[in-house]
């Protein structure tokens, strides 16, 4: 079983984080000297938001290569923090570090990371690490992804059944209908979780449901593509904001978040399916008896689409190597072994707890998670090998805006006042859009 930490990010500390990155875009890229060549005998710095890998694994690591490891995990938002801060200011940080799904937008413009390409064959990790399609900013790779996230649909396979629903919903259509079955049949009285809070979570639910109605929310310069009523964007926040009011959404998700959704009611056996849930959730959340109450009901399903299941949209962690890295090549060497397919399963526990890391999510390799599925320490591996392989693509196709904290806040607080009732859906909509323009022309912040 695959435990999965789930990261809670603050917006506002993103959104402070972003305006600081905004402010020093005019200023030159932090080149710095590019680094020492040298991979014997040094010590490289790794900073990331995550627990390391056992001292044991990182010895072995330092035998092959005389290269040892100082590893520092800190909390995300202090992260980001000290990443901006060091990379405006053009002195040594860390030798990798984090490149957070949303920032490589940002992190691509201003020039703050080596791209990967220089050190690794990118080109033949694409094969069987997809995701880094998500790391990658106007052809410059800015990051490699160390584990798999995405987006997919899980249902209560259990309720579901005393429903009478004996096929598994392929459209959203026969999905809302199967929800409506649920309901009227007394199963549950609302089977649907959509987290209404305005916090992130919403926001990448819309980005997943607009997915499944075959679009995407910006075009290549920015510019929304959801204000017509015929538009993916705005049939997903319609059929969002219907599921609130036609009762399929427990009224008080107006204030739940998406980690808390996940856990206190598609765990606890209050709701029969989330649209947009987590990779890895099954095994580190709704299978593990102290912590869930549906253990071996819940599985995962390809995402529902318009006419037939749709694609999972991605947000993986990705590491990366600073422009003022003292000791790039080493770094790109540490790279190379923490992402190869060997120590992944290490991590993720196929060879023995001794050489696990904890909190580790699902491997970012393809080639990992088909061999976790064969030595069945996946649940639902099948499915995910599939949808990781050949059915995920990264929520903005052209690369993540700079501005996309202020875009996200834009998104999460007027889908939620549409839910609350306070404005129409068609309001909410002009709303984002108008920030959206605003940001896309450079006036917004």
């Not at 010895?59 to 040892?68: D, E, L, N, P, V």
Request: net charge positive.
């Amino acid at each position: 079983m695959i435990s999965r930490k789930r990261r809670v990010r603050a917006l506002g500390a993103l959104a402070g984080t972003a305006a600081l990155l905004l402010v020093v875009a005019g200023c030159s890229a932090a080149n710095g000297s590019g680094g020492s060549s040298d991979t014997k005998g040094v010590t490289i710095s790794v900073v990331l938001a995550s627990n390391p890998p056992p001292a044991s694994e990182l010895a072995q690591f330092t035998k092959a290569t005389g290269i040892k490891v100082k590893w520092s995990n800190i909390d995300w938002d202090s992260l980001q923090t000290k990443i901006t801060a060091a990379a405006s200011a053009k002195t040594y940080f860390a030798d990798a570090t984090d490149v957070d799904w949303s920032r490589v937008g940002q992190l691509g413009k201003l020039g703050w990371f080596h791209p990967m390409q220089d050190y690794l064959d990118t080109k033949a990790l694409a094969k069987d690490i997809p995701q880094i399609a998500a790391a990658t900013y106007k052809g410059k790779v800015v990051g490699i992804p160390y584990d798999s996230f995405f987006q997919v649909t899980t249902i209560n396979k259990d309720l579901f059944a005393k429903a009478g629903i004996t096929t598994t919903p392929t459209t959203i259509a026969e999905y809302t209908s199967d929800l409506q079955k649920v309901k009227s049949a007394g199963v549950v009285q609302y089977p649907l979780n959509i987290p209404f809070a305005a916090a992130e979570g919403l926001s990448t639910y819309w980005y997943q449901v607009t997915a499944a109605y075959g679009g995407t929310v910006l075009d290549a310069k920015g510019n929304p593509l959801f204000t017509s009523p015929g538009s993916a964007g705005y049939k997903a926040a319609a059929w969002m904001i219907d599921a609130m009011k036609s009762g399929l959404v427990p009224p008080g998700n107006i204030n739940v978040t998406d980690s808390q959704g996940m856990q206190t009611l598609m765990a606890k056996n209050t709701v029969a399916s989330t649209f947009s849930d987590y990779s890895g959730n099954v095994g580190s959340i709704y299978d593990v008896p102290s912590s869930s109450t549906v253990a071996g009901q819940v599985e995962y399903i390809h995402t529902p689409g318009l006419h037939k299941t749709a694609k999972s949209l991605t947000s993986a962690d990705s590491i990366g190597i600073p422009t003022t890295a003292k000791y790039p090549k080493a770094a790109a060497k540490f790279i190379s072994w923490f992402i190869s397919k060997d120590s992944q399963l290490d991590f993720a526990g196929a060879n023995g707890p001794s050489k696990v890391i904890s909190g580790f999510a699902l491997p970012a390799r393809v080639s990992a998670v088909q061999a976790l599925t064969s030595r069945g320490k996946l649940s639902g591996g099948e499915t995910l090998s599939d949808i990781l392989k050949n059915s995920t693509q990264p929520i903005f196709p052209d690369g993540v805006p700079t501005w996309y904290p202020a875009f996200s806040r834009a998104v999460n607080t007027n889908l939620h006042a549409a839910a609350t009732g306070d404005m129409t859906t068609a309001a909410a909509i002009a709303a984002i859009a108008a920030t959206t323009r605003s940001l896309a022309s450079g006036k917004g912040s």
